[in-house]
């Protein structure tokens, strides 16, 4: 426990920024590598270069996805965008489930890495919500997109980080006949039906928080009365992002989801189909910020500004599509470490099929469709930069130190690695109980690391080994992980201070955490139960599977 309990010391008590906490904790985690379960210095080097690989591939995520909504910022299509959505209601229930819930999980699933709160903040306070109010609303909404946020970064990369070379796993892998992305895609499968489920009602909780902590009669009756709106919202994102997470795989169901719930529920707003049949506001005296001093002017049409991402999509599409050579060629350059410093740790990665290659190439498409100057390009770029050099050393030393914790299973004191010692810790004490606290689990990852790729990758391998103990589907306790990570996403620090900052807030870390702390409890129990139900009703299920056939 001593690597987890010093980010959370660090980050919470000391409250130290994470540029500070994580290589802090790196170093704990190194010792106690060393000292106490006495892992050799080479593979703790090892392990610690195979972490860079990891922070690099991130990193240039991250950099793709900044330098694409930079692109559209400096293009004017962000601000046709923000203009295309303001007319939808004059109820901001409605609004905030269209702007928030829909386009914000949209951008959730294209950028990740809390970028929707960088786009719809200023949205929202633009069109009269409080500051605090917008903050709240982009936490909630930035935990069920959250696990296939980025194109799938917090799986494809998060997960396979986590359990890539670990015997057991690929021991596991053999019995079930299973490749390591197939088994990927079939963690995703599990976590897109509990998303679904519990992130279905998600829109409600929203406008009930909305209504309870800023209306003027502070009532949660007043959400409730948008509940035919809300579930209609819910379900228009979850019912397509489910279904894509079970048949294409963990890339796309945000991203699918998001622009097909704009799809649906715009129109229907735009004829009040659904929508609550009084009129809700906030308070006269809430302070609200001049649309024309906020959004800048755009040549853009409504259809040129959404172009870009549309062809995002696409191309994603068509560069993930098995039966097309597309995906073979960019898989086809290879970079593989083996045996790094003489140790059995190996390091590997495929640049041209990571998503930032599409990000790149849709930002020079983008260049010249909205006919942008070189200056303008610059400026996108120079915006991009500070971004990461900012990410680089908290999130490039948290996956240091997430390698190291998972790598200590080669050691002289004949103990299992961190993980695994954890787990069977936790498998003791839980037993058959512990679906219900997975969540909770990728819940802490992701607030004391600040992201839920990190979780994963610290957790995946812990998770797996509880699993294994009770004897339980590691599929179904790896879902749950990542919608527990996801669910801590409201409450990351990080989050928190990327959101604050977009309206000037500052110093509002603990009240904004008091206030979506209940959503946040919301999603772990309710994810927690049906985790337990799943987990029980699942051999039921096999056995007339099986008695049918």
């Known amino acids: 426990m001593i690597p987890i309990a010093t980010v959370f010391l660090l980050l919470v008590v000391a409250r130290r920024p994470a540029s500070q906490a994580m290589p802090l904790s790196y170093l704990v985690t190194v010792g106690v590598a060393l000292g106490v379960w006495r892992v050799p210095g080479v593979e703790v080097a090892a392990s610690s270069i195979q972490g860079l690989v990891a922070a690099t591939e991130i990193l240039y995520i991250v950099f793709g996805a900044i330098l694409l909504l930079n692109t559209l910022q400096e293009s004017g299509a962000i601000a046709t965008i923000r203009q295309s959505l303001l007319g939808i209601s004059r109820d901001p229930r409605v609004q905030v489930i269209v702007i928030a819930w829909l386009f914000g999980s949209f951008i959730e699933g294209a950028s990740g890495f809390g970028t929707p709160a960088v786009i719809t903040v200023p949205l929202l306070v633009a069109i009269g919500f409080p500051a605090m109010a917008a903050v709240v609303a982009a936490l909630i909404i930035q935990s069920t997109p959250s696990t296939f946020g980025a194109?799938?970064?917090?799986?494809?990369?998060?997960?396979?980080?986590?359990?890539?070379?670990?015997?057991?796993?690929?021991?596991?892998?053999?019995?079930?006949?299973?490749?390591?992305?197939?088994?990927?895609?079939?963690?995703?499968?599990?976590?897109?039906?509990?998303?679904?489920?519990?992130?279905?009602?998600?829109?409600?909780?929203?406008?009930?928080?909305?209504?309870?902590?800023?209306?003027?009669?502070?009532?949660?009756?007043?959400?409730?009365?948008?509940?035919?709106?809300?579930?209609?919202?819910?379900?228009?994102?979850?019912?397509?992002?489910?279904?894509?997470?079970?048949?294409?795989?963990?890339?796309?169901?945000?991203?699918?989801?998001?622009?097909?719930?704009?799809?649906?529920?715009?129109?229907?707003?735009?004829?009040?189909?659904?929508?609550?049949?009084?009129?809700?506001?906030?308070?006269?005296?809430?302070?609200?910020?001049?649309?024309?001093?906020?959004?800048?002017?755009?040549?853009?049409?409504?259809?040129?500004?959404?172009?870009?991402?549309?062809?995002?999509?696409?191309?994603?599409?068509?560069?993930?599509?098995?039966?097309?050579?597309?995906?073979?060629?960019?898989q086809s350059l290879s970079?593989?470490?083996?045996?790094?410093?003489?140790?059995?740790?190996?390091?590997?990665?495929?640049?041209?099929?990571?998503?930032?290659?599409?990000?790149?190439?849709?930002?020079?498409?983008?260049?010249?469709?909205?006919?942008?100057?070189?200056?303008?390009?610059?400026?996108?770029?120079?915006?991009?930069?500070?971004?990461?050099?900012?990410?680089?050393?908290?999130?490039?030393?948290?996956?240091?130190?997430?390698?190291?914790?998972?790598?200590?299973g080669i050691n002289s004191a004949g103990l299992a690695s961190m993980p695994l010692a954890l787990a069977d810790g936790m498998a003791t004490l839980a037993g058959q109980s512990w679906p219900f606290f997975a969540p909770m689990v990728g819940m802490v990852g992701s607030f004391v690391a600040g992201s839920v790729?990190?979780?994963?990758m610290m957790f995946a391998l812990f998770q797996f080994g509880v699993a294994s103990q009770i004897d339980v589907s590691t599929a179904i306790i790896l879902g749950l992980q990542c919608v527990g990570a996801s669910a801590g996403n409201m409450i990351c620090v990080s989050n928190i201070v990327t959101a604050e900052a977009t309206v000037g807030l500052a110093g509002c870390e603990g009240l904004l955490i008091r206030k979506v702390f209940f959503p946040t409890l919301y999603y772990l129990i309710f994810a927690g139960i049906l985790g337990g139900l799943i987990v029980l009703l699942s051999p039921l299920v096999s056995a007339v599977i099986l008695r049918t056939s």
């Open 151 to 330: 194109v799938g970064t917090p799986i494809i990369i998060g997960i396979d980080a986590g359990l890539d070379g670990v015997p057991a796993v690929n021991q596991q892998l053999v019995d079930l006949g299973l490749t390591q992305p197939e088994y990927l895609t079939l963690i995703g499968q599990w976590a897109g039906v509990i998303h679904g489920v519990v992130g279905t009602f998600l829109p409600l909780v929203l406008v009930m928080v909305l209504t309870a902590g800023f209306g003027e009669g502070r009532s949660v009756l007043d959400g409730l009365r948008a509940w035919k709106f809300a579930l209609f919202a819910g379900l228009a994102f979850t019912v397509p992002y489910t279904l894509t997470a079970y048949f294409l795989g963990p890339e796309f169901p945000t991203l699918i989801g998001g622009l097909v719930g704009l799809g649906i529920v715009i129109p229907a707003a735009r004829r009040g189909l659904f929508t609550p049949k009084t009129l809700w506001g906030f308070p006269r005296e809430s302070e609200a910020v001049s649309l024309s001093n906020t959004l800048p002017k755009s040549m853009l049409t409504a259809r040129q500004a959404w172009l870009p991402y549309g062809l995002l999509g696409l191309f994603l599409l068509l560069s993930r599509l098995e039966f097309l050579p597309i995906r073979r060629g960019l």
């Open 453 to 456: 790729t990190v979780s994963n």
């Open 335 to 408: 970079l593989t470490w083996t045996h790094i410093l003489g140790t059995e740790v190996s390091a590997a990665t495929r640049p041209l099929y990571l998503p930032p290659t599409v990000f790149i190439l849709v930002v020079m498409i983008t260049f010249f469709l909205h006919r942008m100057s070189m200056q303008s390009m610059q400026r996108a770029v120079m915006r991009t930069l500070p971004i990461l050099q900012k990410t680089a050393l908290a999130l490039g030393s948290a996956v240091l130190m997430a390698r190291v914790f998972i790598n200590t």
